[in-house]
């Protein structure tokens, strides 16, 4: 299986900041990846496809790069309801599978 | 408006079973593949399994975690959709998400709706 490593698993930061978060995938996955957007109790958000595709109704201050193995979820100018936790996930081959997930706070 | 309705969650004890179910509106159910994805809790998401299509004989795939004791199905007249999870344990308990898939141009399929999630916890 195809594994995802995401970095950081956490991270502070402050409204109007410039944040990056990283996904390593264990085997090149061309450009299927995806990247989703958790809120407490509710079911994930998709919001990048196709490692760069931004989902349609979701911000542009969300951006999404990389390929092969190494990609990027980029949020320009934090927003108080980007406070979230974010997941990478590919659909390369099966098994399907996410990363660890990176919980966003507000410093 | 898409939407996504889990059910059947509950309070089950280990070698159990336990039937799920998803109602969808909104969008023409017939035409996408459809995922369960689930989440223990306080963990992260755990990829369940997937059911295609007519036109691909609604074959399914699975997590290695699942195969042999859960099975997915499909209504397409009732635009419903189905977990049966049989010799449930406790490694099971997890809130379990329905989701659309949509694909893109490159025919990689995507997880592009997902419901609220129905809690099942398994214990003795």
């Known amino acids: 299986a195809i594994q995802l490593t995401q970095t950081p698993s956490s991270l502070s930061a402050s409204v109007g900041d410039r944040v990056s978060i990283t996904c390593r995938a264990s085997?090149?996955?061309?450009?299927?990846l995806a990247w989703f957007q958790q809120k407490p109790g509710k079911g994930p958000k998709l919001l990048i496809y196709?490692?760069?595709r931004l989902e349609s109704g979701v911000p542009s201050r969300f951006s999404g790069s990389g390929s092969g193995t190494d990609f990027t979820l980029t949020i320009s100018s934090l927003q108080p309801e980007d406070f979230a936790t974010y997941y990478c996930?590919?659909?390369?081959?099966?098994?399907?599978?996410f990363g660890q997930g990176t919980k966003l706070e507000i410093k | 408006e898409v939407q996504v309705v889990e059910s059947g969650g509950g309070l089950v004890q280990p070698g159990g079973s336990l039937r799920l179910s998803c109602v969808v509106s909104?969008?023409?159910?017939?035409?996408?593949?459809m995922d369960w994805v689930r989440q223990a809790p306080g963990k992260g998401l755990e990829w369940v399994g997937r059911?295609?299509?007519?036109?691909?004989?609604?074959?399914?795939e699975y997590a290695a975690s699942v195969k042999g004791r859960f099975t997915i199905s499909r209504d397409d007249s009732k635009n419903s959709l189905y977990l049966q999870m049989n010799s449930l344990r406790t490694e099971d308990t997890a809130v379990y998400y329905c989701?659309?898939?949509?694909?893109?141009?490159?025919?990689?399929?995507?997880?592009?709706?997902w419901g609220q999630g129905t809690l099942v916890t398994v214990s003795s």
């Open positions: 989701v659309r898939d949509q694909s893109d141009s490159s025919g990689y399929y995507y997880f592009d709706y």
């Open positions: 909104g969008f023409i159910f017939s035409d996408h593949y």
């Open positions: 059911i295609r299509v007519k036109a691909n004989s609604y074959t399914t």
């Open positions: 085997q090149g996955i061309s450009t299927a």
């Open positions: 196709g490692a760069s």
């Open positions: 996930q590919h659909c390369n081959s099966y098994p399907l599978t």
